[in-house]
């Protein structure tokens, strides 16, 4: 279910646009919850952060994707962001891991983090992601005495791997990137996260779905266009997708401006501190 958690309540589960919720403390127990930290564009259209869905479950905490404004949105909903395991890019646009600079040094010099971090990307995140660190802050890879050790995994589209009780799954979309861009699977404690990425339709995603408690769709466009899915097009599939719920997410100005056209006994909608608990 939808849940408030600052203060503890419940959503009703009447058919109605979910309104923005804070994602702080845990509201009660359940086997995993997933909170949206950002779910805007990478222009921030309507006011939303940039991409970043946190997912708690009994072993750990994985951040997916982490866009330029994550800290902010962790800050303003007091979000201690040392709670994170590890960190899963979909794919290297800016606002998809620009945020992973600031989310490292803000670990090193804030909060003096002790624990270690993992960060998992496809194929080159980590030149990507050195390059990004010595751009805004030069000579921080090497120069800083880091408080803690932080890794950066590659893993190839279609790798499944273990984390902090996660088992996570990617697979290729459809997004040039100048790297693989990647769906992600997670499963825990016998619940199955998906999210889409960026991509155009591939029928890649009706696997991703497959099974899924929550499928997160990201929905840039009202009408068809390259390299991002549409409304259009998830409308007249939606049948085939095998979720339990579908959410859709990372809309630009175009979907934003005709969200009264989304049927929500067929898709709810991604709003900045919604959660969601299985």
Same mark, same amino acid.
């Given at each position: 279910?939808?849940?408030?958690?600052? $203060?503890?309540?419940?959503?009703?589960?009447?058919?109605?646009?979910?309104?923005?919720?804070?994602?702080?403390?845990? *509201?009660?127990?359940?086997?995993?919850?997933?909170?949206?930290?950002?779910?805007?564009?990478?222009?921030?259209?309507?006011? /939303?952060?940039?991409?970043?869905?946190?997912?708690?479950?009994?072993?750990?905490?994985?951040?997916?994707?982490?866009? $330029?404004?994550? @800290?902010?949105?962790?800050? &303003?909903?007091?979000?201690?962001?040392?709670?994170?395991?590890?960190?899963?890019?979909?794919?290297?646009?800016?606002?998809?891991?620009?945020?992973?600079?600031?989310?490292?040094?803000?670990?090193?010099?804030?909060?003096?983090?002790? /624990?270690?971090?993992?960060?998992?990307?496809?194929?080159?995140? /980590?030149?990507?992601?050195?390059?990004?660190?010595?751009?805004?802050? $030069?000579?921080?890879? *090497?120069?800083?005495?880091?408080?803690?050790?932080?890794?950066?995994?590659?893993?190839?589209? &279609?790798?499944?791997?273990?984390?902090? &009780?996660?088992?996570?799954?990617?697979?290729?979309?459809?997004?040039?990137?100048?790297?693989?861009?990647?769906?992600?699977?997670?499963?825990?404690?016998?619940?199955?996260?998906?999210?889409?990425?960026?991509?155009?339709?591939?029928?890649?995603?009706?696997?991703?779905?497959?099974?899924? #408690?929550?499928?997160?769709?990201?929905?840039?466009?009202?009408?068809? @266009?390259?390299?991002?899915? #549409?409304?259009?097009?998830?409308? *007249?599939?939606?049948? *085939?997708?095998?979720?339990?719920?579908?959410?859709?997410?990372?809309? &630009?100005?175009? @979907?934003?401006?005709?969200?009264?056209?989304?049927?929500?006994?067929?898709?709810?909608?991604?709003?900045?501190?919604?959660?969601?608990?299985?």
């Amino acid at each position: 279910m939808i849940t408030r958690t600052e $203060p503890p309540a419940t959503v009703s589960k009447r058919r109605r646009p979910p309104r923005a919720v804070t994602a702080t403390a845990t *509201a009660r127990p359940c086997d995993m919850r997933i909170s949206i930290i950002g779910c805007g564009d990478a222009f921030g259209s309507g006011g /939303r952060f940039s991409s970043a869905t946190l997912i708690e479950a009994n072993e750990g905490t994985c951040l997916l994707d982490c866009g $330029p404004s994550t @800290m902010t949105a962790l800050n &303003g909903r007091r979000i201690d962001p040392d709670r994170v395991d590890v960190v899963i890019l979909t794919h290297l646009h800016g606002d998809h891991f620009a945020g992973i600079p600031f989310f490292l040094l803000d670990a090193q010099w804030i909060r003096r983090r002790r /624990r270690p971090l993992t960060i998992l990307g496809p194929p080159g995140t /980590r030149r990507r992601l050195h390059d990004t660190l010595e751009a805004l802050f $030069p000579s921080s890879t *090497a120069q800083t005495p880091w408080s803690f050790a932080w890794t950066v995994e590659e893993r190839q589209p &279609g790798e499944t791997s273990v984390q902090h &009780g996660f088992t996570i799954r990617t697979m290729e979309v459809v997004h040039p990137s100048g790297a693989p861009a990647t769906a992600v699977r997670l499963a825990a404690a016998g619940k199955v996260f998906a999210h889409s990425g960026d991509t155009e339709w591939t029928e890649v995603l009706l696997e991703l779905a497959a099974g899924a #408690d929550l499928l997160f769709l990201e929905c840039f466009a009202a009408v068809p @266009m390259r390299t991002h899915l #549409d409304y259009a097009t998830l409308v *007249a599939r939606r049948a *085939a997708f095998d979720a339990k719920r579908v959410v859709l997410t990372h809309l &630009g100005p175009g @979907m934003l401006a005709h969200l009264e056209a989304v049927d929500r006994a067929l898709f709810e909608v991604a709003e900045d501190g919604l959660s969601f608990e299985l």
